[in-house]
């Protein structure tokens, strides 16, 4: 079965949602180190609701949920899904620019082959 050309909105769609889920993971790891010295119990989750950076990433998945689920309406699951490892090339790519994180030679491969299996199972036309 021949399938037509994305259209802008699906792209679209996939480039808020992976966008999205990028600024969330990382602002989740901001939020971690921001929660790093608050002993665990209530007054952790007290600091917890209290720091800006947590409530990013809380909104960030409420986003990234209404994304995906537009992309759902558009696209089969088993096409979809495997798109979403596109995060395991964004994340760390991001995560290397705002948090000084390395991307080493065997992360750097790892990204490549994550990035050809996408190519192989989500973006197959026939």
């Known amino acids: ?3 037509r050309p994305w259209p802008w909105r699906l792209i679209m769609l996939w480039v808020g949602f992976l966008a999205l889920d990028t600024f969330t993971q990382v602002a989740f790891k901001l ?12 007054q952790w989750f007290v600091v917890a609701l209290t720091t800006p950076v947590v409530w990013a990433a809380i909104f960030g998945y409420i986003g990234v949920f209404s994304f995906w ?3 759902l309406h558009k696209m089969e699951l088993s096409r979809a899904f495997p798109l979403t490892s596109l995060t395991y090339i964004s994340v760390p790519l991001l995560a ?9 030679l065997s ?3 790892g990204i490549a082959v994550i990035l050809v299996g996408v190519s192989l199972l989500g973006w197959e036309t026939t």
């Open 1 to 3: 079965m021949n399938q």
């Open 31 to 42: 939020g971690g180190n921001a929660l790093s010295q608050t002993p665990d119990g209530w």
């Open 69 to 71: 689920i537009l992309i």
């Open 96 to 104: 290397w620019a705002v948090l000084g994180e390395k991307i080493d």
């Open 107 to 109: 992360r750097g491969f």
